[in-house]
């Protein structure tokens, strides 16, 4: 009887030190080397004709279409100009609002574009040169952008945005 207690402690306390170690971590190193390492040059090539389809939009004036990559949901974020977090319907209005006003898009550039892809994730990151008309006057939007996508059923999605003030 004596036995058995003590084996019964012994994996008693083997099962807990074994539940107490650093392994639960939820992405182990070579899964994360997974994500970061490979290049994913498909679906870079994927996104840059996402890219280019929310370009032709805009100058379209499709905002239907525009609005169509994006992934909104209570999950969706866009910090722009330092103010507040916004989330899904503060960004559709003031993108509706904006570039639906637009009447020409003089030059639509995203300069320095990377394209960094984690399996069903990319962030894209660029600094814009954009010339949009409003009537006869000429805005010239120069950020830095971020766009986080998400691969979805229907292509890839933005879930988040980030502008920033580019300095010159």
């Not at 939009?57 to 330092?82: C, Q, R, V, W």
């Not at 960004?91 to 020409?104: D, K, S, W």
């Not at 006869?136 to 999605?157: H, R």
Request: glycine fraction near 6%; charged fraction near 25%.
């Amino acid at each position: 009887m004596k036995t058995n207690l003590k084996v019964a402690l012994i994996v008693l306390f083997t099962m807990f030190l074994v539940s107490c170690s650093d392994d639960d971590d939820p992405v182990k190193e070579p899964e994360l080397l997974d994500l970061i390492t490979p290049e994913y040059l498909e679906e870079q090539q994927e996104i840059l004709e996402t890219f280019g389809e929310i370009k032709q939009s805009l100058i379209d004036g499709d905002m239907d279409k525009l609005i169509s990559f994006h992934a909104y949901s209570p999950k969706f974020t866009e910090f722009i100009n330092g103010e507040p977090r916004k989330g899904s319907a503060a960004n559709e209005a003031f993108e509706r609002q904006v570039f639906g006003a637009v009447t020409e898009v003089v030059r639509f550039e995203a300069d320095e574009l990377k394209v960094s892809v984690y399996g069903q994730v990319a962030i894209v990151t660029f600094h814009s040169d954009f010339h949009l008309k409003f009537g006869g006057d000429l805005a010239i939007i120069n950020e830095q952008t971020s766009l986080m996508f998400v691969k979805t059923n229907n292509g890839w999605k933005i879930v988040h945005e980030h502008h920033s003030p580019l300095n010159q």
